[in-house]
């Protein structure tokens, strides 16, 4: 591509060496047949919702590690990323998705594509509702997603933290009742954590019996590069502010593991003109290098070793609308 580009640089890093990059983890993270189990549940539950639901938040909670973007701003999840929660009762997949909105770029559409797609896939749905905001169009369009699905489905109130008198919820829920029949209804808050193991059980009440889908170690099936992008992608959504609308995405370009306490990581953070490139470079660098910071510390975390990260700002005009772009992006056509 002919691109404008710009790099930040952790400091106080070693002298890069040449070599083929590799993956920290595989790609493949399916689990080996494992004995039969009594009475033991496993399946897959599509998180579902309007954006800015709390989707990402309630499955980094639930897996207990950051592998979703977590952001106040809409749409920050652009595909369906896989969480596992194993305990000895059953294991859920949870499959996050986009938000639900009326798509309008080739990268809503094909977001919007995911959507459709993880209800196809799954045993279970899960409406998330957040429980502390009016009700609205996009709600009446997420519900009748998830009837037209025609899978048992949960309903999740969530935010209830927002919420001082409780009682309040019951309109909402006698209204949703209303609409549709539930096999349980849970409100909870994904960012306290209140309830959780509420939600738990009643996701591994009604999956089906079967063998864990996944090792009991395994929390995601997603690649690291994937990951270290969202965690990147998140900073830049969180220390731009309302300066920066949805115009950014990030790839990992590069991985390798140098050595057992050193990772190099190499991503592109595009943007669609100069004036956004800018922004999120910020006066002298200091933007885009706390941008760097931010998600270096919360990859180290993850890895449980060094890592040096540097940012590339690349400019691509109409990405949003470009197949080749996404395609090279991995937002693909489903």
Known sequence: MNMGEETEREPGTPEETTGDSAESESDSVLAEAAPAREGYRSGYVALVGRPNAGKSTLLN???????????????????????VITRPEGQIVLVDTPGVHQPGYLLNRRM????????????????????????????????????????PAILLLNKTDRIEDKSKLLPLIE???????????????????????????????????????????????QPMRTLVAEMVREKILRVTGEEIPYVTAVVTERYEEVSQELARIYCAIYVERDSQKSIIIGKGGARLKKVGTEARRDVERLLGHKVYLELFVKVEEGWRDSPRALHEMGIEEQ
């Open 112 to 151: 919007m594509a995911a959507v459709h797609d993880a209800l196809e896939g799954v045993d279970l749905v899960c409406l998330i509702r957040d429980a502390s905001a009016p009700t609205g169009n996009g709600d009446r369009f997420v519900l009748d997603l998830v009837k037209r699905a025609g899978k």
């Open 61 to 83: 909670r639930m897996v207990g590690e950051k592998i979703a973007a977590v952001s106040n701003k809409p749409q920050t999840t652009r595909h369906q990323i896989r969480g």
């Open 175 to 221: 209204w949703y009742s209303r609409e549709h029949e539930w096999r349980g209804v849970v409100p909870l808050s994904a960012r306290t954590g209140d309830q959780l193991e509420d939600l738990v059980r009643e996701f591994v009440a009604h999956l089906p019996e079967g063998e864990p889908v996944f090792a009991e170690d395994e929390l995601t099936d």
